[in-house]
């Protein structure tokens, strides 16, 4: 495996810094890794360094607002002062591009994880006709009714504190309410993994856990208003192939209720290969879970099936 990292140049002048992970020999296909809030790529590198084994080349960008393309505490947790999400969209696809430029003639996966997820249910809707498989983890097929509330309380922080203010509310209705729906936790980070260790990982990295800006929350809460818009849905490719998995205890998305949701979306729009996988008493981060080893080796079996 060959691990480097470059800098994605996007057309307004700033850059991504995308982790990639090459195997020795010429892949078989292209898996793009899209992570998840206050979070970072790097921490995908035990995924990475599987998926390379099997002959897979992997980019993973760390998004606007995370990681190394967030150059200062200002830019810290947010993606842009207006259409935000539309600029992930196409920064991600940049990546993907160069991805295909540099690996031609290769299928592409994307694996999308927890807000990463969310991402991922927009980009198909766009560049599904691109893509050879979707991998979805730990993001649910809608928000329910909770999401207007939380758009609104967000959207009065944002006008009165202005865009790049790291939210408060939004940390209270997000991370904070995860932790409280875990009884006898033994730190507010419990809800992501089993694994204590994965979870003092997460605490100890200056890159993880940050608070998010009021409009990068508004950008979040507005996109889900359209996970269940089926008319837009069914402008997915019905050949895509689809692989849903997440943790029965994920109380970042409802469990398995909002993975089910996802499932049954894709379904009634008419896709026809979608399997949906719940791992028993897991967690929100499945590859940094107790069972992560098998939750890998299922990954892998899917993509084999597909590439």
Request: with cysteine; glycine share 8%.
């Amino acid at each position: 495996m060959k691990a480097s990292q470059f800098q994605q140049d996007l057309r307004d002048g700033r850059a991504l810094q995308v982790y990639r992970w090459t195997p020795a020999s010429a892949p078989k296909a292209v898996m793009l890794i899209i992570h998840g809030m206050a979070e970072h790529a790097g921490r995908y590198a035990r995924f990475a360094k599987a998926l390379t084994q099997a002959g897979y080349a992997v980019y993973a960008p760390d998004l606007p607002g995370h990681g190394k393309t967030a150059l200062t505490e200002n830019d810290r947790g947010h993606f842009a002062d207006r259409d935000g999400w539309t600029y992930v969209l196409r920064a991600v696809h940049e990546v993907q591009r160069t991805a295909q430029r540099e690996h031609a003639r290769v299928p592409v996966i994307v694996l999308g994880h927890s807000m990463g997820g969310y991402i991922l249910q927009h980009y198909v809707v766009r560049y599904g006709d691109r893509l050879d498989a979707a991998i979805f983890s730990g993001c649910a097929g809608g928000l329910g009714p909770i999401r207007r509330v939380a758009l609104a309380l967000v959207s009065a922080e944002a006008l009165l504190l202005g865009a790049r203010h790291k939210s408060r509310l939004g940390e209270q209705i997000g991370f904070k309410d995860f932790a409280r729906k875990l009884k006898n936790r033994r730190t507010d980070f419990d809800w992501l993994s089993r694994d204590p260790a994965e979870v003092d990982a997460y605490i100890a990295d200056p890159h993880c856990g940050h608070r998010c800006s009021t409009r990068l929350w508004r950008d979040l809460l507005e996109a889900c208003e359209a996970l269940t818009d089926l008319e837009r849905l069914r402008r997915i490719p019905k050949k895509l192939p689809v692989l849903i998995v997440a943790g029965e205890r994920d109380v970042a998305c409802n469990g398995e209720a909002g993975v089910s949701l996802l499932a049954q979306n894709y379904q009634r729009v008419g896709l026809k290969d979608v399997n949906l996988k719940i791992y028993p008493d897991a967690r929100h981060e499945l590859l940094n879970e107790t069972n992560r080893d098998e939750v890998t080796a299922d990954l892998l079996d899917w993509l084999n099936s597909k590439t």
